[in-house]
Nanobody, 123 residues
Framework: VQLQAFGGGQVQVGDSLTLSCAVS?????????MGWFRRAPGKEREFVAA????????TYEDSVKGRFTISRDKVQRTVFLQMNSLKPEDTAIYYC????????????????WGQGTLVTVSS
């Protein structure tokens, strides 16, 4: 599994931004959970949102509920993170990840990671 995240950039407070993660798999029957994590300056990597590839079930970190939406397109094999009402505290490098789905909110629950894309929210 190879993941490539893109779509980051510099935006203003209250703006919206959509991140994408292209998923390349070497076999059929892809049933991973896809997650977005972020690492703010000086902080540990933290969970943002996850989606089950198969049934589309979602999970969100509390601080992004109602502002962020994770989705996936099975045909395009892409996972999206729509981010609305961005705040300065959303500034971070965002990573997409794939894992078996047993520990959706934990870094160790994911086997594959993309390279990260930087989101900067300015006030």
């Amino acid at each position: 599994v190879q993941l490539q995240a893109f779509g980051g950039g510099q935006v203003q407070v209250g703006d919206s931004l959509t991140l994408s993660c292209a998923v390349s798999i070497g076999r059929r029957g892809f049933k991973y959970a896809m997650g977005w994590f972020r690492r703010a300056p000086g902080k540990e990597r933290e969970f943002v949102a996850a989606i089950m590839w198969d049934d589309g079930g979602t999970t969100y970190e509390d601080s992004v509920k109602g502002r962020f939406t994770i989705s996936r397109d099975k045909v395009q094999r892409t996972v999206f993170l729509q981010m609305n009402s961005l705040k300065p505290e959303d500034t971070a490098i965002y990573y997409c990840a794939a894992g078996p789905g047993f520990r959706l909110t934990d870094v160790p629950g994911y086997n594959y990671w993309g390279q990260g894309t930087l989101v900067t929210v300015s006030s």
